[in-house]
């Protein structure tokens, strides 16, 4: 079971993330929307954010976290390619981002949105497909 | 899905799905296209976007859909839906994360021939005095009460500061302000990201465009508006940067709790959506009521910075190069507006994704050098082909709540585009026919290539001969600058 993949979209960009548990469904989604959005960190000085993030439901959490993410590249010029969930429930979640500096500036994503989202139980764990504004 | 057997065929170019066809429907949905433009837009789930707008509680009339409809997130790009006020809903996730989103057209009376031995120096001026990129930052560092003072006056604020010419003012929709914000409505981190970013471009389908005004259709209006056959342009096309979109983010994550206190069962929970008169209403209202003073005020510095640009290169080389403003449009926005309905004047929430106002003659809020021929609409095309100048008709008064259509619309996923074009021989294709482009990313101009989007002077047709608008000119690109 592949992690996550770019799904078509015309106008805007979506992926299908999936995780055994909701932790890993949270952590793949982040990697998806880094790999989606092809900012990079910078080799050195290595930087580390803690961030708590809350939601009315899983759903909610999901966006509430990758708008989270996106908020601290466009505002700190930093960028992210690893993500660790250190706790989550269905309406909270604490998480270490990990990267440094960006060296490009062109992001391309503008929001995640709640597009016919929902985080489905599969038999081998749980899904969301998640569509993003560019 | 939604196949042609759901449509009902009104008029030519007119589409309709009745109420009937999905149980949740209030009013029925309208289609404005032509065969080919119908089977692009049943290709993927456009349609089915607009049918879930017709579900929206207070929706009036009909749920539209204009030619250039393709699919977004919530509402189809290229949607308008009114809702009745006072109790009629308002959707920030219908107005998009992009508040404002819209276009500026410059004209000057120079001619192209006098230009064109420039135009490199004025792309590469261009592309270093206007940043681009998401996270891009401007020229002006502004305290807290400036940046209040930015979302209460939009365009206005610039006047005060020398970036704006008062005539551009009344060449604005709204004149430049949006009124009913109170930035105390918009968040501390929506006021952070934008805190910077007055003046930048963004990234996606963002551009400044170099045209020639290719052809005139109708030289009693060009000649009103400042339009010449064979003389240069410069388009701008972006929006509220990084403070729409948190204001966006932040009203459609609050809501989806909200929506449930109200009872309000939904298709999409993208389409949250309150009670325009409920206090979460009002407050979303306000707020983007500054994002959208946010993007006037950074197209009108944007404004200001091509003006720099023009002057930097040209002045001294070339007479006339002075940029006048025809107009400035916002095609994502929710209006407070007053629409004929079944012969009462009704107060209505008029939702545009991707759509563009186009009130026709004699309307009351445009300019008193303007009313007699109606507001000038402006439809930029796909990167490399062409745009149009377009004037509002009583057609898209009595039809459309004054909407008309916004652009080209994309018929390619981006994926596919990234993986059928290459962003670097697309640039050179472009070059050899005459047109420069500097864009940030080499991806991302590949997902723009023009083979992405409909045919946009098929989608200008279909509203030309609708009746919801009026061709008045087109332009043809020179120099392409891009996030």
Redesign the interface.
Known sequence: MSSFE?I??????AFRARGRNLAELLENAAQAMSALD?LKPGAEPPITREVEVS???R??LL??WL?EIL?L???Q?EAYDRFRILEANNHHLRAQLHGGK?T????????A?????EVKQMPEGLEATV?V?? | MVSEDNLVRVAEYVWEIPATFRDDMRVPARLYADEDLLHAALS?N?VVQLVNTATLPGVIKHAIAMPDI?????FP?GGVVATRLPHGVISP?GV???INCGVRLLVSLAPVEEVKPFIEEIASALYANCP?????RGPLRLSNSELDGVLHEGARWMLGKGYALREDLDRTEEFGRIPGADAAYVSA?AH??GRDQLGTLG??NHFIEVDKIAEVYDETVAVRLGIYAGNVAVQIHCGSR?LG??V??DY??RF??TVQEYGITLP???L?CVPFDSSEGQEYFHAMACAANFAFANRQLLAHLIRRSFEQVVAGRIKHFHLQQVYDIAHNMAKIEEHDIDGHRTRVCVHRKGSTRAFGPGSSVLPDDLRDIGQPVLIPGSMGTASYVLIGTPGAMEETFGSTCHGAG???????ARKMVHGAELRQQLKSRGILVCA??M??LAEEAPAAYKDVSRVVEVVDRVGIGKKIARLEPMAVIK?
């Open positions: 770019e078509e979209h015309t106008a805007d960009r092809g939601g009315v439901d759903e909610t966006v509430n708008n908020y590249e466009q505002t010029g960006s490009n500036t062109v992001s391309q994503i503008k929001a949105t709640f597009h016919n989202l569509v504004d560019v | 993927d456009s393709h699919q977004g997130y919530g790009i996730g998009g994360y992009d681009s990129g998401v996270g891009s981190r952070e990201r990234a996606g990084g979109h948190q966006c983010e459609v994550s989806q709790k999409d929970r993208e949250v994309r018929v390619m996923s981006r994926a596919k940030g990313s991806s991302g996030g």
